[in-house]
């Protein structure tokens, strides 16, 4: 038979438990018996001496028994890592020396010229014997055009040459120098025009730095010479994008100027009338002068080209 065992009565605090053992331990002895009778242990239990408890078949109470299982979120799947990202430097292309390619949106009749006109540059250039140098884009270019007249007329008798490539920007400009139209040179003064095509792919302050870049480059090839840059000519209509980029530009670039090596000069305004307008007769498209317009030009020029040449 299982033993029986002696539970503290919840409500029976420890030294009265105490009292009413001695008192069982007592009756027994009295009685001499190990068991008391049923009306002595209801009497006990009455008074909480001892609760007889089976302990192979007593439940234990709901609050000592194994809590229930609870239900658990599956384990979480570790999110990746938060890599911080940033957003690339935009890379100043006016800066960087290339040819004329097709890939930078130039149409293949801009890069043959290009190809050509440089191969004809390289070898004049090595010849020697050059006192004035123009060097610039299409509208350099165009003294061969519709500046011939003028070229003849304002420069025919002095040493001079013009290296003008349609469609040029600052960075092809950069390429050209370095790659032979410089070698073989030393001339007195170099006249730069350039900037015009850098503006709507670059911004106004990258083509202003590619600007610089080419004064840079040319006083490094030309140690002795003096550099007239002009201010870019202005194009489209008053108040436009491009006319405003272009006055934008020129105050940048006209800084540039040191007095004793680098020299600027703006002339946009005798390419314009009272309101601003250029007239067709000057610039056809609005941006590359006629006839008229580099006779303009050069009369503009005359008097600080005399004074460098000194």
Known sequence: MARESVALHPNVVPW????????????????????????????????????????????????????????TSAPSTPSAP??????????????????????????QSAVTNFVTRHER?????KQGDVDV????????????????PVWEEYYGSMKAASF??????????????????????????????IGTNNL???????????????????????KSSKILVLGVFPRGAPG?????????????VSKLADGQRVFYLDIGHVFVD?????????MADLLHPTEKGYRLWAGAMKDRLTTLLR
């Not at 540059?121 to 250039?125: C, E, G, P």
């Not at 349609?166 to 390429?175: C, E, K, N, S």
């Not at 009272?274 to 000057?282: K, M, S």
């Open 16 to 71: 009265q438990h105490t009292r009413n053992v001695l008192r069982c331990v007592l009756m027994m002895i009295r009685f001499g018996r190990r068991t008391l009778p049923g009306f002595l242990v209801a009497a006990l239990l009455s008074s909480g001496c001892a609760t007889a408890s089976k302990r192979t078949s007593s439940p234990a109470p709901a609050s000592a028994q194994a809590p229930a299982p609870t239900a």
């Open 274 to 282: 009272a309101d601003g307008v250029i007239g067709r007769d000057v």
């Open 200 to 222: 709507g792919p670059n911004t106004v302050d990258e083509t202003a730095e590619g600007m610089r870049a080419v004064v840079a480059e040319l006083r490094s090839r030309f």
């Open 240 to 252: 436009s994008t491009p006319r405003q980029s272009v006055g934008a530009v020129n105050t940048i």
């Open 121 to 125: 540059y390289v070898a004049r250039a």
């Open 133 to 148: 140098l123009f060097v610039g884009d299409s509208i350099t270019q165009g003294w061969e055009g519709s500046g011939r």
């Open 164 to 193: 003008g490539v349609g469609w040029d920007r600052t960075q092809h400009v950069l390429w050209r120098l370095q790659n032979g139209e410089a070698q073989g040179l030393s001339p007195k003064v170099v006249v730069l025009l």
């Open 82 to 107: 938060t890599v911080a990202t940033s957003t690339p430097a935009r890379v100043n292309t006016a800066l960087v020396p290339v040819p004329q390619r097709l890939e930078d949106g130039l149409p």
